[in-house]
């Protein structure tokens, strides 16, 4: 995953794969992945940033890649509550349909995980959106997908996650009596209403920034009183949590989203 010694010939082996293959391309797509890797100093998935590229313009076999790969996710992410072909539109349109005068939501993949594990989180969110009856996510939701780098599941990973879920699960809502009644009521109006920062900012008469402070905030203590009730536990081991508290540090936004859902606060 990491910036190749020369990733001019790398970005012009995965372009010509695409069927780009014009100097201009090449060059403005080298730049937009070197731009990404801050020249090198950031590990990047180069062939997955190259991909996001050749679809945010429009290049034909990359947009059948990027359509095939969220038709491949959202089949296994639906169930009862969303079918496929329906989840799998409303994540493209969420994704590639750029606002007038803007990037589409995909370019703010940053190349720091899996393009695929990027997709999938994006997807769970929206799974989670179709699920609550919401007939738009909260615009900084997607935008936050820039910093997650979970790891595809893998089987082992799968297997893993039902004695893991409990853990977490109880360690969060045992996190959650560390913060005042407001702070409960703004992750609850964050991450189960799906009210913008935006919003929260003109209901507390506050500026935005002051409100995503105060979100950040708040995970920040949820997150120093779960790993603090993890270490407790005497069945799992110090790897465990800090894989544990990765994992929801990664997903914070979901995994709030959900545990707030089941507990009266």
């Not at 920040?220 to 540090?249: C, H, N, P, Q, Y």
Request: aromatic share 4%; with cysteine; charged share 30%.
């Amino acid at each position: 995953m990491s910036l190749p010694v020369n990733v001019d010939d790398a970005v012009q082996r995965h372009l010509t794969a695409l069927g780009v293959t014009d100097s201009r391309s090449h060059k403005a797509c080298l730049a937009w992945v070197e731009g990404r890797s801050r020249g090198g100093a950031i590990e990047v998935a180069v062939a997955d940033l190259v991909l996001v590229w050749a679809v945010i313009h429009g290049h034909a076999a990359a947009l059948v890649e990027i359509d095939e790969l969220i038709e491949s996710l959202s089949r296994r992410a639906a169930g009862r509550a969303i079918e496929a072909p329906e989840l799998a539109q409303r994540t493209r349109t969420r994704l590639l349909v750029a606002p007038k005068g803007k990037e589409p939501k995909l370019g703010t993949y940053d190349g720091r995980g899996k393009l695929k594990s990027w997709l999938w989180t994006a997807i769970k969110l929206e799974l989670l959106q179709a699920t609550r009856g919401m007939s738009q996510a909260p615009a900084e939701d997607v935008d936050e997908l820039t910093h997650l780098a979970a790891s595809d599941p893998s089987p082992e990973a799968r297997a893993r996650s039902g004695k893991d879920t409990k853990f977490v699960s109880n360690a969060l809502r045992e996190a959650l009596e560390v913060i005042d009644a407001r702070e409960r009521t703004l992750l609850r109006m964050r991450f189960v209403d799906g009210v913008s920062t935006e919003e929260l900012g003109r209901m507390f008469q506050v500026h935005r920034t002051t409100a995503q402070r105060w979100i950040e905030a708040a995970q920040a203590k949820i997150m120093t009183a779960m790993r603090a009730r993890l270490e407790a536990d005497a069945k799992l081991a110090r790897g465990e949590v800090d894989s544990l508290v990765r994992e929801v540090a990664q997903s914070i936004s979901l995994r709030l989203s959900q545990v707030l859902q089941k507990v009266k606060l």
